[in-house]
T-cell receptor, first 114, second 112 residues
Framework: ETGVTQSPTHLIKTRGQQVTLRCSSQ?????VSWYQQALGQGPQFIFQ???????GRGNFPPRFSGLQFPNYSSELNVNALELDDSALYLC?????????????FGQGTRLTVV | KQEVTQIPAALSVPEGENLVLNCSFT??????LQWFRQDPGKGLTSLLL?????REQTSGRLNASLDKSSGRSTLYIAASQPGDSATYLC???????????FGQGTILTVHP
């Protein structure tokens, strides 16, 4: 089991609402990445934060935003929720921002938008 | 744009069989390749990480190989057990920042 924890584990929101998901990275890791995994699909990269700054972004609209805090924990915020935002959201931490380091994933947050 | 494909999409085998899962990628300029296991509704558990300079990695009954030039990796599972039933995902790290590009996974069922 990794040291990456996510909260909450499940939540249900109404279309148009806003949601905040949280991730606590593994001890010693300064980089957090967020992924969206729709049912039956592989995870899709949303963005990465390295030392409190966004370090790369996938093909997601601006209503997906994030923060990283001085202790390297992170939040994913999604505004104006749409039905298609229903998915498993995964957080991964790593010891460096580059792809050459191993990523460790949390258990995910299952978001359902109704 | 990197694309990752996994074959087969699903596999059902009797307990004890040796099996091979395949992963291919279109851009050979990668830093590493990781194999993950995912149980239903759960997060990802890292199984093996192969750096681009390596040819294979082994952990217990698992062996992963990497042929970067041909854009292929295989995950070999020896003596499969019902507890191996899960979705197996491969992911490549190929950019200067830590973006992983995933395949869609292979759903493995090992029946007693």
């Amino acid at each position: 089991e990794t040291g990456v924890t996510q909260s909450p584990t499940h939540l249900i929101k109404t279309r148009g609402q806003q949601v905040t998901l949280r991730c606590s990275s593994q001890s010693g890791h300064n980089t957090v990445s967020w992924y969206q995994q729709a049912l039956g699909q592989g995870p899709q990269f949303i963005f990465q934060y390295y030392r409190e700054e966004e370090n790369g972004r996938g093909n997601f609209p601006p209503r997906f935003s994030g923060l990283q805090f001085p202790n390297y924990s992170s939040e994913l915020n999604v505004n104006a929720l749409e039905l298609d935002d229903s998915a498993l959201y995964l957080c991964a931490s790593s010891g460096d921002r580059g792809s050459w380091t191993e990523a460790f994933f949390g258990q995910g947050t299952r978001l359902t938008v109704v | 744009k990197q694309e990752v494909t996994q074959i087969p999409a699903a596999l059902s085998v009797p307990e004890g069989e040796n099996l091979v899962l395949n992963c291919s990628f279109t851009d050979s300029a990668i830093y590493n390749l990781q194999w993950f296991r995912q149980d239903p509704g759960k997060g990802l558990t890292s199984l093996l990480l192969i750096q681009s300079s390596q040819r294979e990695q082994t952990s217990g009954r698992l062996n992963a190989s990497l042929d970067k030039s041909s854009g292929r990796s295989t995950l070999y599972i020896a003596a499969s057990q019902p507890g191996d039933s899960a979705t197996y995902l491969c992911a490549v790290g190929g950019t200067s920042y830590g973006k992983l590009t995933f395949g869609q996974g292979t759903i493995l069922t090992v029946h007693p």
